[in-house]
């Protein structure tokens, strides 16, 4: 860094999980600085004891405290993430907004217009397009090596459980979860949609095998559809796999070959077959985020600090912006308007009064609780 230049100055609303690692990501780059936490919760119960900066309880209070913040990060449950954009950027703040930027196209819409009447940028986190089979990927659609894509098949199949949807925690409510599309495999949709673009003439399958008792929304499904850019292609997700990730993979049909990017995150290539083509090296991929009993998308926030701080200084552009980010709610929120959910078995799940209450009220304000006798399932009409 230029001994003239001050460091980019970072606040980081939301410390758990993901929140923590964005700070030591902060922390260790050279030309950044950690000078605010924000969380509803307490510093002891979030074991904040390393990090030696002012902590807030709210926003407000945080924005008020004019610590000289050039960047907030929002990494706090997805449902808050629009409206807390909002406030930072009213505060003519720039915002790092992780996956996803909102949980309806209106609301990231609502992000995208302040920030461009504020003039601030709005960073969206999608950190597995530096993943090098994504990088590659990217480079060979680009050159046309592939030729015309004639089918495209995304498998995610993940294990999320009891474990994981723990008793107070945000997971698994509709409200601020919003679904597993937006919190477990949104960045695949940004891969694809990156890669191949949007995306038209959606059918969806949603089902709920095991899930009853833990979340309000599906754990599965089989979503078809038609690039705008021409070929087909479709999403097979589940997070009922048993105790460990089985999956992420992309598997392309195209003119002149086929590929299949595979692993638990799409970090290995399978298969590479191209006409006249030798595929390169390519460096490894960092490992997926532990969260002890389970496993997320790669470690690779570093390169999303690095980012921001490249951009701010008017050296690169950003690597997923705002528009991006809306185009990956709007086409999950398509997805699930295209679908219904299903169940194994009508009777109600065995849950805790409040979320009990929930389902009832749900089950009771549908229009559509007939009955569909195929297969002894019952077809829920999706509230999405």
């Known amino acids: 860094m230029n001994t003239s230049e001050k460091p980019i100055r970072f606040s980081i609303v939301g410390c758990g999980h993901i929140g923590k690692r964005h700070a030591e990501m902060v922390k260790n780059h050279p030309e950044a600085e950690l000078v605010a936490l924000v969380d509803v919760r307490n510093q002891h119960e979030l074991k904040l004891e390393g990090y030696n900066v002012p902590f807030f309880h709210s926003i407000k209070d945080m924005l008020n405290a004019d610590l000289g913040v050039d960047v907030v990060t929002i990494a706090t449950p997805n449902g808050l993430h629009a409206t807390q954009a909002l406030d930072c950027l009213e505060g003519n703040k720039n915002v790092v907004i992780e996956k996803p930027i909102a949980l309806r ?116 499904g089989f979503i078809s559809f038609q690039f705008l850019n021409g070929g087909m292609g479709c999403l097979n997700f589940s997070t009922s796999v048993w105790q460990s990730n089985l999956e992420s993979s992309m598997t392309i049909i195209a003119e002149n070959g086929s590929i299949k990017v595979g692993g638990q995150y799409m970090d290995k290539v399978e298969h590479c077959h191209i006409r006249n083509y030798t595929m390169p090296d390519l460096a490894p991929t960092n490992p997926g985020n532990d969260y002890g009993a389970y496993k997320g998308s790669a470690q690779n926030h570093n390169y999303v600090v690095d980012n921001v701080v490249k951009v701010l200084r008017g050296k690169a552009t950003i690597t997923t912006n705002a528009m991006e980010g809306l185009k990956v709610v709007d086409i999950i929120e398509r997805i699930y308007k295209a679908g219904s959910v299903e169940t194994n078995d009508f009777r109600l799940p065995v849950l805790g009064d409040s979320r009990r209450d929930k389902v009832i009220k749900i089950y009771k304000t549908l229009n559509s609780l007939e009955a569909s006798s195929a297969n002894g399932h019952r077809t829920i009409v999706s509230p999405y």
């Open 105 to 220: 196209r209106q609301d990231a819409e609502k992000v995208l217009y302040k920030a461009l009447s504020k003039r601030k940028d709005v960073f969206a986190v999608m950190q597995n397009r530096y993943s090098p089979p994504s990088v590659w990927l990217k480079e060979l659609i680009e050159s046309d090596i592939l030729g015309q894509i004639y089918l495209v098949q995304m498998n995610c199949y993940w294990n999320r459980d009891e474990r994981y949807y723990t008793t107070g925690s945000w997971h698994g409510h509709r409200d601020l979860d919003g679904g597993t599309l937006y919190t477990q495999f949104s960045h695949f949709i940004d891969i694809m949609y990156w890669l191949l673009g949007d995306i038209t003439n959606i059918q969806t399958r949603l089902m709920d095998f095991n899930h009853q008792h833990l979340t309000d929304f599906e754990d599965s």
